[in-house]
């Protein structure tokens, strides 16, 4: 059973950086994606960013193109998110998300197999 557990979370200014990690356990993980979701209270939740295991192919919301970078460490099993220029309205629950191979649309919540719990990232004005 794959397990994904999130941290990194916590409050930080705007403007500043803050840098999520997403453990994955209970296979190998050689194929397949991983994404990261965030979900704002009383919103639905949204894109942000995803990665193939094996290119480590990128894609990016438009809303965080060019503050936030998404890598992996496949010795480590890990994804990371790098949160960089943060604004109030990235304020959210981030979950990482992980797909089975196959084809996908990496933005699309109804095609991720495996979720983790959360954490919670809050920019203060």
């Known amino acids: 059973q794959v397990q994904l557990v999130e941290s990194g979370g916590g409050l930080v200014q705007a403007g500043g950086s803050l840098r999520l990690s997403c453990a994955a356990s209970?296979?190998?993980?050689?194929?397949?994606?991983m994404g990261w979701f965030r979900q704002a209270p009383g919103k639905e939740r949204e894109f942000v960013s995803a990665?193939?295991?094996?290119?480590?192919?990128?894609y990016y919301a438009d809303s965080v193109k060019g503050r936030f970078t998404i890598s992996r460490d496949i010795a480590k099993n890990t994804v990371y998110l790098q949160m960089n220029s943060l604004k109030p309205e990235d304020t959210a629950v981030y979950y990482c998300?992980?797909?089975?191979?196959?084809?996908?649309?990496?933005?699309?919540?109804?095609?991720?197999?495996?979720w983790g719990q959360g954490t919670q990232v809050t920019v203060s004005s």
């Open positions: 998300a992980y797909r089975n191979p196959g084809s996908y649309e990496p933005s699309s919540v109804r095609d991720y197999d495996y």
């Open positions: 209970g296979r190998t993980f050689s194929s397949g994606a």
């Open positions: 990665i193939t295991w094996s290119f480590a192919n990128r």
